[in-house]
């Protein structure tokens, strides 16, 4: 049974979660889903997070709207992985998009398989609309673009705003796309999130009649640093806070334009990030508040993110979540809610995460995977985190492998201080059998990043 047909039936969706009457259309229909992702946006830069500094008035009115997740992950340490993770609800281990030099450049010759189903493919289905406004970085060859897996529309950049191609000379320094034309070869990044706004807010006016995804995946605040010349200068943390301070002015638009729309009661909207801060980049990077580390490694700070929920009439105002949940869980909560079958013949590494929207306090996930690009460096089961390999982000000094796996109690000591595996080796052979069972799981494949094309 559809959703549609349910809400008509009973009026309340079967999982718990109203329906609710569109504010200036006719019909009841499936909800829209709106996923905004910030571009190394760490843990601790939302004022709503505990920045000191940096002022995200409209996020914070979406964290007291709605719901701020406080132990929520990313499928990968770094860009691209962690992309593809939450568009496929799968690990990247499972499709080759671990190794290699962790990222696609713009002489790498892979990207997503075609053979990967995305969010976006699975919606068409359900007569979805779906969208992708800003950074793809998921293969830049014609056979991996956007509008190859499932998205009816593409408004962005094909891989990080820092990729000036240098090998490969056919690439432009770098590429703005509508769909599947290049309209601009080097445009002016200050201007890149009013721009990305605009096209944001046109999809939701041209969409509001009928169901839609949109996938806001903003270049930024990852460096170079670029804001507009309304918001530069004016933010107590630097360039770096402006940048965020008119990333949330971003957000604040496009929920506004779901108001004004009349389908915000309609809408589930997301606000997350890839992957933790950029360290190496000092001042010009962000900050992992309590977490250590940050982005290329697996520690907290590396891949715990941000994550706020909003649904008007649906996720209770001002909650936070304690429970665990990850990005590849998005995949399988919008099925869910949309009614649509998840391919088969595959493993998922998403879960439904609708209890924790309706205000659980735990839901369908205790285990969290840590990977560093193609090995598993660390487990999370419950309070409890080992460490089987440690190495601190985009370090020379080499990985270092523990035979009795570094433990940590994240309830207790978040900022991974103190090594407690002596005090519980029952806890840590649990872990260990845990991460047997993982890699029972998993096939390897040969990795998309490494291939390049040739000069």
Not at 341 to 365: I, S
Request: charged letters at 20%; glycine letters at 10%.
């Amino acid at each position: 049974m559809t959703i549609s047909k349910l809400i008509g039936t009973v009026g309340l969706w079967g999982l718990g979660l109203c329906a609710t009457a569109q504010i200036g259309t006719s019909v009841n229909r499936a909800p829209n889903v709106v996923v905004i992702l910030a571009d190394d946006l760490g843990y601790g830069d939302l004022s709503c997070y505990g920045h000191p500094t940096i002022r995200t008035p409209h996020l914070d009115q979406m964290a007291a709207e709605g719901m701020r997740f406080t132990q929520f992950y990313v499928g990968a340490n770094v860009c691209t992985p962690s992309r593809a993770a939450l568009l496929t609800g799968r690990l990247p281990i499972r499709y080759g998009l671990t190794g290699g030099t962790g990222v696609f450049f713009p002489n790498s010759a892979g990207g997503l398989p075609t053979s990967e189903t995305t969010l976006a493919a699975a919606l068409k289905g359900a007569g979805y609309q779906s969208a992708i406004i800003g950074k793809w970085h998921l293969g830049h060859l014609p056979q991996f673009m956007p509008l190859n897996h499932g998205f009816d529309y593409y408004f962005g950049v094909p891989y990080s705003n820092d990729m000036i191609p240098q090998v490969n000379k056919r690439n432009p320094p770098l590429p703005l796309y509508r769909n599947n034309e290049i309209i601009e070869t080097a445009p002016n990044q200050d201007e890149l999130t009013k721009r990305y706004t605009d096209e944001a807010v046109a999809f939701i006016e041209r969409n509001k009649n009928k169901p839609f995804f949109l996938y806001y995946a903003s270049n930024f605040p990852h460096v170079p640093l670029h804001a507009s010349a309304k918001f530069k200068g004016k933010s107590e943390r630097g360039l770096y806070g402006d940048v965020v301070a008119e990333l949330d002015w971003s957000v604040g638009q496009i929920l506004e334009a779901l108001k004004v729309a009349g389908i915000d009661e309609n809408t589930l909207v997301i606000f997350t990030s890839d992957n933790g801060p950029w360290l190496l980049k000092k001042k010009e990077g962000g900050s992992a508040g309590l977490l250590f580390e940050g982005k290329g490694s697996a520690y907290e700070g590396g891949m715990r993110v941000p994550m706020l929920a909003w649904w008007p009439g649906t996720i209770k105002a001002n909650t936070i979540n304690t429970a665990l949940a990850t990005t590849m869980d998005i995949f399988p909560t919008v099925a869910k809610l949309t009614d649509t079958k998840l391919p088969k013949g595959r493993v998922y590494d998403g879960v439904d995460m609708l209890p924790l929207l309706q205000g659980a306090a735990d839901g369908n996930r205790d285990v969290v995977i840590y990977y560093h690009r193609s090995e598993v460096y660390a487990i999370r089961k419950g309070p409890w985190k080992a460490h089987f390999t440690t190495k601190p982000s985009y370090s020379r000094e080499p990985a270092k492998t523990h035979p009795v796996p570094l433990l940590y109690n994240l309830l207790e000591d978040p900022s991974e201080k103190y090594n407690v595996n002596e005090q519980y080796p029952d806890i840590v052979a649990d872990l260990n059998e845990e991460l047997e069972k993982h890699r029972a799981t998993v096939v390897q494949v040969p990795s998309q990043l490494e291939a390049k094309i040739d000069k």
